[in-house]
């Protein structure tokens, strides 16, 4: 009996089967080979590669994506934004990730002095517009900043608001990144500058009284109401970073900002309370950071 002659058939017969194999295995597992570098993209149950570098870039959010306060006095200044500006002492995010001469053509800032969460879906339908590979985010500091602790945004509301935001902009711009910064600690902001006269008197003036009302008052309800203040921050940044979790492109800062060490020459010199020029720059720095990095933080 030969032996020999079959062979080449046999070999072709198990390689088909080894393949198919291989595809069943595949099949069976739910994998996808995506690209050919391996990162999945095409793959159907592959996430979303973040993009380290974005090459344009819109801003939403409140005063401080405005430069408010820090050129100066009640005037908006949004050349030297964290986010947008051209400053070059400040040298902002959009500034860093597309150099100083695209800035003008390739970000916006759609920020509005005052906002709160409840504007935040507008800003972004505005921004998703220009259909941008980078969002950023920065809102709270209004909901919390009010008259009185309790008429700060209830928790519930401010998670709707943003959701609803988010959701907007997923059906606007599917591919847009999406860069969110906590709200700063805002204890922390009185505590630069309670002990100033002349900032105690800016203050009255009605600048985020929840917190900075009777600025010295040791009495147990001055020193609760700060303290409600702050909590519902925090509950605001875990809102931030549960809603953001939940989207593919949403990068949250892992409360880089709400946990940055402000000093009181890093703030407006008309308000003591709004980051200045200073403050601003430490801001981009914070976010490129953040932006660049191949994973987010934890």
Known sequence: MRTTAPRPRARRILAGAGAAAVL???????????????????GGHAAPRWNTAPASVAAVGDSI???????????????????????PTVRSLAARLLGDAEVPARSWN???????MADLPGQLAGAAAHKPDLVTVMVGSNDACRPTA???????EFREGFEKALAGLRAASPTSQVYVSSVPDLQRLWEQGKDLPMVRQIWKLGI???????PLSAATGATTRREQVRARVVEYNEVLREVCAKDELCRYDGGAVFQYPFAADQLSRWDWFHPGKDGQARLAELAHRQVTAAEPPR
Request: charged letters at 15%.
């Open 208 to 214: 985020c009284q929840s917190m900075l009302a009777d």
């Open 110 to 116: 759609y920020a509005v002095t005052g906002a709160r």
């Open 65 to 87: 994506t405005r430069g408010f306060d820090a050129c100066s006095v009640l005037a908006d200044c949004p050349e030297v934004s964290w986010a947008t500006g051209n400053d």
């Open 150 to 156: 309790s008429s700060m945004t209830p928790v519930a």
């Open 24 to 42: 069943l295995a595949g099949t069976a597992t739910g994998c996808s080979s995506g690209g050919s570098d391996g990162g999945g993209e095409r």
